[in-house]
């Protein structure tokens, strides 16, 4: 069993910062694919940010890049979201992920999730 927690959410104005966090727990280690995918309400769930294979290679949306940061602390087991010059789009519920096939996450379909933690941003 695989647990992902969230946190780190909340409000900030325009060109902020936030810095997500997702602790992962059971049966998962750092080399597994883990990623964020966000969804703002009436809009699809959109992949934002994911370590492409289990060695750190990474993928960002095109909206995000050069904004977002993925890292993770394997020690840890925590990956981390760092946004820097948050618009009013990226205001949305932000999930962790994580599956051991990479593809899955790539195909927005990665077999565990977080519960999710919001982000708004106010212009």
């Known amino acids: 069993q695989v647990q992902l927690v969230e946190s780190g959410g909340g409000s900030v104005q325009a060109g902020g910062s936030l810095r997500l966090s997702c602790a992962a727990s059971?049966?998962?280690?750092?080399?597994?694919?883990m990623g964020w995918f966000r969804q703002a309400p009436g809009k699809e769930r959109e992949g934002v940010a994911r370590?492409?294979?289990?060695?750190?290679?990474?993928y960002y949306a095109d909206s995000v890049k050069g904004r977002f940061t993925i890292s993770r602390d394997n020690t840890k087991k925590t990956v981390y979201l760092q946004m820097n010059s948050l618009k009013p789009e990226d205001t949305a519920m932000y999930y962790c992920?994580?599956?051991?096939?990479?593809?899955?996450?790539?195909?927005?379909?990665?077999?565990?999730w977080g519960q999710g933690t919001q982000v708004t941003v106010s212009s």
């Open positions: 370590f492409v294979t289990g060695s750190g290679g990474t």
């Open positions: 992920a994580a599956d051991r096939a990479c593809w899955r996450m790539a195909t927005g379909s990665p077999t565990y």
């Open positions: 059971g049966d998962i280690y750092m080399r597994d694919c």
